[in-house]
T-cell receptor
Framework: AQSVAQPEDQVNVAEGNPLTVKCTYS??????LFWYVQYPNRGLQFLLK??????LVKGSYGFEAEFNKSQTSFHLKKPSALVSDSALYFC????????????FGTGTLLAVQP | GAVVSQHPSRVICKSGTSVKIECRSL??????MFWYRQFPKQSLMLMAT?????????EQGVEKDKFLINHASLTLSTLTVTSAHPEDSSFYIC??????????FGSGTRLTVV
């Protein structure tokens, strides 16, 4: 079964510093991986996805993620954090079954201090 | 871009009554819609997958008679929480296949049962 793991419940970073939010995956076959951001009482906003091609994926709001097959990781990164980046971040993998449903990690709360 | 409009954003209802949540795809056809439930500071739990014109597929442990899902058209899916109880209080989010990233999420509904 497909799954993703986000090992950190919370990540704290100072504004202007680089940030990393970790995600590892376990899939059979080729992984379709996603990152979403959620602000309080809101739905999820798409940041980026990896399906195939370049291992470095660039997304919205200056975020990027690197697909690493040997480490089965898909960490989300940003060179310089903003206070407005503070939110809940979810890694997800598309299930390989007929429904194409997304399977989410447990989420990581990013707190950027001014 | 693709938009999924979810209503209401917040609802308070009395115990024992039913509540309907609507999700509409505004500029694309959503043949498949997913319904999630999210507890505070937790991940999204998939409740069911609905396909236009057919019965929804419920995840294990989700009561189909309590959470009625209807997907009668390519642009509208509804979730009805029947005979609501305080333990049904939660944040409900819909998602459709379509749009940038492959999946578009509604903005969520905060249900409070008193």
């Amino acid at each position: 079964a497909q799954s993703v793991a986000q090992p950190e419940d919370q990540v704290n970073v100072a504004e202007g510093n680089p940030l990393t939010v970790k995600c590892t995956y376990s899939v059979s076959g080729n992984p379709y991986l996603f990152w979403y951001v959620q602000y309080p009482n809101r739905g999820l906003q798409f940041l980026l996805k990896y399906i195939t091609g370049d291992n470095l994926v660039k997304g919205s709001y200056g975020f990027e993620a690197e697909f690493n097959k040997s480490q089965t990781s898909f960490h989300l990164k940003k060179p310089s954090a903003l206070v407005s980046d503070s939110a809940l971040y979810f890694c997800a993998v598309r299930d390989g079954g007929a429904t194409n449903k997304l399977i989410f990690g447990t989420g990581t709360l990013l707190a950027v201090q001014p | 871009g693709a938009v999924v409009s979810q209503h209401p954003s917040r609802v308070i209802c009395k115990s024992g009554t039913s509540v309907k949540i609507e999700c509409r795809s505004l500029d694309f056809q959503a043949t498949t819609m997913f319904w999630y439930r999210q507890f505070p500071k937790q991940s999204l739990m998939l409740m069911a997958t609905s396909n236009e014109g057919s019965k929804a597929t419920y995840e294990q442990g989700v009561e189909k008679d309590k959470f009625l899902i209807n997907h009668a058209s390519l642009t509208l899916s509804t979730l009805t929480v029947t005979s609501a109880h305080p333990e049904d209080s939660s944040f409900y989010i819909c998602s459709a296949i379509g749009g940038r990233g492959g999946y578009t999420f509604g903005s969520g509904t905060r249900l409070t049962v008193v």
